[in-house]
């Protein structure tokens, strides 16, 4: 972009504070965010984030020495706080001095953010409530991104709309990041004018040509409404649920059923609520992968946000990135014509 652009004033501090072109990420999305799809998403200008999820370690750390060899630029490391591997991806990512480590899941504690941190990298956090958002905030992240129920994946229970005038309009100290029902370059221009330091979206990359997801995995995705993209319930107060939300399908009866059977077996004391919530967190690494991996759009687990409305095409990396910041700029003209 040219330095009369509109875009840079208001990409800059999101920009300089990931070191790339435009702050633009690129959600991590178990068994989608790997080298691969990372590397494209840098090279573009934008800022790819390498999914952690549960991997096994050695595999994790192959993906990320990978990512370095197709790309000089700045990535993330994506930790999942509630997968089994967690505490042995943490301790590994501390060692390889990864440039950006970011939590999601549930949320990191104190000592595990000082850690990263310790490690040379500089830790974004999820936060889907006001509260959080300054605990993490108190914790030492650097910066957050703050989703909101609309998004992909594992979610919160507020809407982007609400957590904006909560956390986005009230901070200052860190740069915030916004995530949940992004999907065009005319959004993310708003967004930027009202004080977010840049966007994240998933679901548009998600079906991205460098996606190594399944091609009818990227067909549902397709042909996807808004309203298809459903979050999962919560039954007994013991076998606490992170939302998951993910296009309505047998998977999500399947989920049902299990979360009915986890409960009777702890009603009978025959399993204990750590294990239970083991199981819970099993089942969608499993099912993520059938969908993904194998194109299993019944049984498998299809996350996405409701951004899945606006997603009607399969596109490269480059492309995608083009689209948004033309379409960005464009929509700052606009506004600029608009107000003269």
Known sequence: MSSDRLSDRF???????????????????????????????????GFGCLAGGNSPVDVLEREIRATRELTDRPFAVNLVTIAPLYREHLAMISRLTAPFVIFAGSFPKHDEITRAKDGGAKVLCFASTESIAA????????????????????????????????VLFATTAVPVFVAGGVATGRMCA????????????????????????????????????????????QFDAR?????????????HEDFAKLQLEL?????RHEISREEAQLQVEKYWMGALRRAVQDGDVKRGSLMAGQSVGLVDKVQPVADIIDELVTDMETEFQRLRQALM
């Open 190 to 233: 708003h967004l930027l004018l009202m004080g977010a330091s840049g966007v994240q979206m998933g679901t548009r990359f998600a079906v991205a040509a460098e996606s190594c997801a399944h091609p009818a995995f990227k067909e549902h995705f397709i042909r996807a409404n808004a309203r298809d993209a459903v979050s999962t319930p």
């Open 239 to 251: 076998l606490p649920v992170v939302a998951v939300r993910a296009l309505r399908n047998q998977g």
């Open 11 to 45: 990409c800059r501090r999101g920009s300089e504070f990931l070191g790339v072109r435009y702050p633009i990420l690129s959600g991590a999305m178990t068994w989608i965010s790997d080298a691969r799809l990372v590397s494209a998403v840098c090279n573009a200008g």
């Open 135 to 166: 605990r993490m905030i108190r914790y030492g992240a650097d910066g957050l991104i703050l989703e909101g129920m609309e998004a992909g994946g594992h979610v919160g229970h507020v809407s982007l709309t609400v957590l904006l005038q909560q």
């Open 263 to 267: 409960i009777g077996r702890l009603d």
